[in-house]
Structure formats: C-alpha cells, structure tokens
C-alpha cells in the first residue's frame, strides 16, 4: 500500500478471474472494516472509473437527504423500518 495524499492510497493491483472475480487487497479489507459477507455497491463512472462503497455508508448517506425532505404520513419512518 502507498499513501498518496491526505487519506488516499494506492492498494496495489489485483487480478479478474474468470469469472469477473477481485480480490480486495487485506489493507484495504481492513481500513474500510470490510468483513466476509459484507454487501458492497459497484457504481461506474465511464470517465472515471469504478468505485466500490460499503452499502451501510450509502445508506446512512440516503437517510440524511431523507432528513431533509419533508414525507407526508410518516413516509420517512416506513421507510426506515423497511431497510
């Protein structure tokens, strides 16, 4: 792992198998606290490139802007009790 800049790294390269199959490198694994059956979102950006995000942070981030639309009914908390 090489520390580039003010919390970005560089993890080292990994491999596609053949069935469309990485390996995140253990540092990686362990910064991010990604554990075995952790779910993660795969999001792309043709011009940027691919990221990949733990769905919990996604979805802390989308209650946040639910916090900030005002539902009628108590929509927000249905929705929250769904997740």
């Given at each position: 792992m090489v520390h580039v800049h003010d919390k970005k790294h560089i993890?080292?390269?990994?491999k596609v198998g053949e069935r469309g199959q990485i390996v995140i490198p253990k540092k990686a694994?362990?910064?991010?606290?990604i554990e075995p059956g952790?779910?993660?979102?795969?999001?792309?950006?043709?011009?940027?490139g691919i990221a990949i995000v733990k769905t919990d942070i996604m979805k802390r981030f989308a209650f946040k802007i639910l916090e900030g639309l005002d539902l009628p009914g108590g929509e927000k908390?249905?929705?929250e009790e769904e997740s």
């Open positions: 993890f080292g390269t990994v694994r362990e910064m991010f606290e952790d779910a993660l979102l795969v999001l792309g950006d043709e011009d940027r908390e249905i929705m």
